[in-house]
């Protein structure tokens, strides 16, 4: 008797096509999905919305220099990537905000004695930082 429930309850339900899960209620109309699925790709949305507003003038630049928009937005992908401040090098998948790589002996070294200065020593994130980067 159980598995008949199942199976009845089953066919009142609809499959999201995204994940193939059971939904008891209606899709998404705008996605076509559930509503998990459908919550990742607003959020993706917007995270792709933020950066083309932050790195507008950025695109634009490029734009204007000839570039198509595929080739403006890597062009920027490749402009905004941070640069270590020990070794010069750029730093694949860091935030903006990093400062220093850990590559290299030297970075390390210098990454290791910036976090020792502002938690042990009680210097600031700012002063830290100076004195890392004026000793390299």
């Known amino acids: 008797m159980v598995a008949t429930s199942a199976a009845v ?3 009142d339900s609809i499959v999201c ?3 193939g899960g059971f939904i008891a209620g209606e899709l998404n109309e705008e996605t076509g999905w559930c509503d998990g699925c459908s919550t990742s790709v607003e959020n993706q949305e917007k995270r792709i919305t933020k950066w083309l507003e932050v790195n507008a003038d950025h695109i634009e630049y490029h734009l204007s ?3 198509s928009y595929r080739q403006a937005v890597l062009a920027v992908n490749g402009d905004t990537r941070p640069t270590c401040g020990i070794c010069g090098k750029p730093m694949a ?3 903006r905000s990093a400062v ?3 590559r290299t002996s030297q ?3 210098a990454s290791r004695r910036y976090i020792y200065l502002y938690t042990e020593k ?3 994130k700012a002063e830290a930082l100076a004195l890392v980067l004026g000793d390299s």
């Open 65 to 67: 220099r000839g570039l």
């Open 122 to 124: 009680g210097y600031s």
């Open 93 to 95: 998948r860091a935030k």
């Open 9 to 11: 309850a089953k066919q």
């Open 17 to 19: 096509p995204c994940c």
């Open 100 to 102: 220093i790589c850990r």
């Open 107 to 109: 970075c390390k070294r």
